[in-house]
């Protein structure tokens, strides 16, 4: 069985920068692939970066430039740095895991409870 644990978040002022973290308990490696997703109440969930088996990493258009998604196999860690935070960044941030060679054939099954991240202009 696999648990996340999602923390990092905060209040930031317009620019500023979080780092996020997703620690992972029991060891999955590389076999997985893991994301961060964000979603705000009356709004959809989006996929906000991804990183493969491989450790191909993908971003959404929304944030590509401004975060980076990164993975410690040994401290069984995924995290994700955001940089230049925007108001439009706020939001409940979750981390989530899937067995896949390949991201995007299979659903996220294994879900973080959440970090907020709230951003001011």
């Known amino acids: 069985q696999v648990q996340l644990t999602d923390s990092g978040g905060g209040s930031v002022q317009t620019g500023g920068s979080l780092r996020l973290s997703c620690g992972v308990s029991g060891y999955i490696g590389r076999r997985y692939c893991m994301g961060w997703f964000r979603q705000a109440p009356g709004k959809e969930r989006e996929e906000v970066a991804r990183?493969?088996?491989?450790?191909?990493?993908t971003y959404a258009d929304s944030v590509k430039g401004r975060v980076t998604i990164s993975r410690d196999v040994d401290k069984h860690t995924l995290t994700l740095q955001m940089n230049d935070l925007r108001p439009e960044d706020t939001d409940m941030y979750y981390c989530?895991?899937?067995?896949?060679?390949?991201?995007?054939?299979?659903?996220?099954?294994?879900w973080g409870r959440g970090t907020q991240v709230t951003v001011s202009s």
């Open positions: 990183i493969d088996i491989n450790d191909k990493t």
């Open positions: 989530a895991a899937v067995r896949a060679r390949q991201c995007g054939t299979l659903p996220y099954n294994y």
